[in-house]
């Protein structure tokens, strides 16, 4: 009886190769093509973070104007002198500045009832030294007819006055601090900043007054 044998077909070690460098070659074209979209949508979204960047900051001018007194910002050049500043709250925002526990810190305590106008100059004056700042919120509500405010409503005021900083400020609730005491050298400094004379004459009694109408 003779045996049947069954004919295998393959593929020889040339044409393997062939199917090899095929694939290189398609593999190599899908990468460079991923590369080129990844490139462009990384372009696209650095003009688009840029552009966003660009209208918080006029947002911010328009508003520190309207502050100043003036209401008709439409006829207005937006200019600033404080190029420092802005270039701070810019590169915080295009890096992507989170509040970091172990980086250089200030402390700024009051009650701020209300915040106003003189303590963001403050606040200012202190980020321009490139510090993250602690806002701490004496627990006074109630005391008198001088703190009117609960810590929630204070803590909000802060918040959309500085809305442009918030990687840069923790508000906190504190007891009611009166003395502060130290014995021996610290770690840490004391240091008194003078602002303009206008921003130390505002006076939170007459905020509180217009509040009230």
């Not at 199917?19 to 070659?25: A, E, F």
């Not at 002198?81 to 172990?102: Q, S």
Request: glycine content about 6%.
């Amino acid at each position: 009886m003779k045996k049947k044998f069954i004919k295998i077909s393959g593929i020889t070690l040339l044409e393997m190769l062939i199917g090899i460098v095929i694939s290189s070659i398609m593999m190599g074209a899908l990468y460079t093509s991923y590369t080129v979209v990844n490139g462009s949508y990384t372009q696209v979204a650095d003009k688009e973070t840029m552009s966003r960047t660009g209208r918080d900051i006029v947002g911010m001018l328009l508003r520190d104007i309207r502050m100043a007194g003036y209401h008709d910002v439409d006829s207005i050049k937006v200019t600033t002198k404080d190029a420092k500043l802005w270039k701070i709250a810019v590169l915080d925002m295009l890096k992507k500045r989170k509040w970091n526990n172990k980086k250089p810190t200030a402390q700024m305590l009051g009650r701020y009832q209300p915040w106003h106008e003189g303590h963001r100059k403050l606040f200012e004056c202190i980020v321009k030294k490139d510090l993250q700042v602690n806002i701490q919120v004496k627990d006074s509500h109630g005391l008198d007819k001088k703190n009117p405010f609960p810590f929630k409503k204070v803590k909000n005021f802060i918040k959309s006055d500085l809305e442009y900083f918030k990687s840069r400020i923790k508000i906190t609730k504190m007891p009611n601090i009166t003395n502060i005491f130290y014995g021996r050298k610290v770690g840490y400094k004391i240091e008194k900043i003078l602002t303009p004379k206008k921003y130390r004459d505002i006076s939170a009694t007459k905020i509180r007054s217009r509040l009230k109408k």
